[in-house]
């Protein structure tokens, strides 16, 4: 369901065009019905929880400036926090630890985390979160772990994987039935004939239970470094991660809720042309209503147009804009994108470090998987640019 009204110039005798109306006006605070919620109330409750889990869209600029002013507000009202991160793997903490008390510059630590294929979404996004947190001697903790270990589970599932080689994360509470659902759907919308393909003839629904157990892996993974973070510091901790591993209260506020904190408070975003349909009671505690992106004015590279969704294996494509090179080139939402320019597409950053080398009036080939099958496309970028930063 999306809010519309008609375009004023229907009274002048023009046709009649729909106009998107937010669900949540822009500086809003709302209850996950959608009904206005006055702020300082609402932080102050907040900033008692024992967790709060801010979400994003990792490639949204928006969602990060969000997150950095609702972070500064939480620490107004209570400085003894901590910072939490999907975007980088236990194993880097000591430089997250060097990072927090002012012994690296931000080129040193990106390049010691080796950012741009640890994480591969621009660092400008997550670095005035970073710098804040420094700024304020704030713990800042490595929530994730390798990439390859879901993508292990995803294959050969979380029992084939020995103790020894599970990087400390424990055995997941078991999915709740909706999020079962909502995982299902999202596997079947992405590639549900890989998905298929890839289980054996006796046990249809194999890459299915992979797919959501390596998910649930994922989620613990990020739920036990935030309960010990707490239960060690006894700081409010606030997590930085993807909206889908906390939405609904699904995810890692489930797991968090098997390791005893029942309480974490998950807040969200909300683009302006955001199905008002979603607003379901459930979705959040509070969202935070966005206005319309606007283009910065300075000359830009070319950018594809397309949202990625990093998986258990790759990445593929979670949305396409409309009028973009994506969209003309013809890639569609649960495509994976392998190669590109011939080389491999394993994680962001390889799509973000070819897109950032494409000069204007050029064409890109792509090979991307849909159906089980390899397919070859070719993205053409327009001669004079496009109006966006060099992102995938």
């Avoid at 596997?187 to 649930?216: C, M, N, T, Y």
Wanted: net charge negative.
């Amino acid at each position: 369901m999306t809010v519309t009204a008609l375009s004023m110039t229907a009274a002048a005798g023009w046709a009649a065009e729909p106009v998107r109306v937010a669900c949540v006006p822009p500086g809003v605070w709302a209850d996950s019905a959608g009904a206005a919620v006055e702020p300082v109330p609402l932080l102050r409750r907040l900033a008692e929880a024992p967790v709060v889990l801010l979400g994003e869209q990792h490639d949204k600029a928006d969602h990060h400036r969000w997150q950095l002013h609702t972070l500064a507000g939480l620490h107004a009202l209570n400085p003894d926090l901590a910072v939490g991160m999907e975007m980088l793997p236990r194993r880097l903490q000591p430089v997250l630890d060097r990072w927090a008390v002012g012994e690296m510059t931000e080129g040193e630590f990106l390049k010691t985390t080796d950012w741009r294929t640890v994480w591969g979404f621009d660092p400008q996004f997550y670095l005035p979160i970073l710098q804040f947190a420094r700024l304020h001697r704030l713990p800042v903790v490595a929530l994730n772990v390798e990439r390859s270990l879901i993508g292990r589970t995803a294959r050969n599932g979380w029992a084939t994987v020995p103790e020894a080689e599970r990087e400390g994360v424990g055995n997941p509470a078991a999915p709740t039935e909706a999020y079962r659902n909502r995982l299902t759907e999202t596997l079947a919308a992405h590639d549900r004939s890989e998905a298929r393909s890839a289980a054996p003839a006796d046990a249809p629904d194999s890459a299915v239970k992979r797919f959501i157990e390596a998910q649930g892996v994922w989620d613990r993974a990020m739920a036990e470094k935030i309960a010990e973070t707490r239960r060690n510091t006894g700081r409010l901790v606030v997590g930085i991660l993807g909206e889908g591993h906390i939405a609904r209260r699904d995810g890692v506020p489930h797991q968090l809720a098997d390791l005893g904190i029942a309480d974490a408070a998950v807040l969200l975003p909300w683009d302006a042309d955001r199905d008002c349909g979603e607003l379901d009671g459930r979705i959040a505690d509070a969202v935070f209503g966005l206005g319309p992106e606007r283009e910065d004015a300075e000359p830009q590279r070319p950018k594809l147009g397309v949202q990625l969704d990093p998986g258990p294996e790759g990445i593929m494509v979670g949305a396409v804009s409309s009028g973009s090179v994506a969209a003309a080139a013809g890639l569609r939402t649960g495509d994976r994108i392998l190669i590109a320019a011939g080389m491999p597409v394993r994680a962001p950053a390889d799509l973000v470090a070819v897109i950032r080398r494409q000069a204007p009036g050029t064409w890109l080939p792509l090979t991307i998987r849909r159906d089980g099958a390899e397919q070859e496309l070719v993205a053409k970028f327009p001669v004079d640019g496009a109006a966006h930063p060099p992102q995938p």
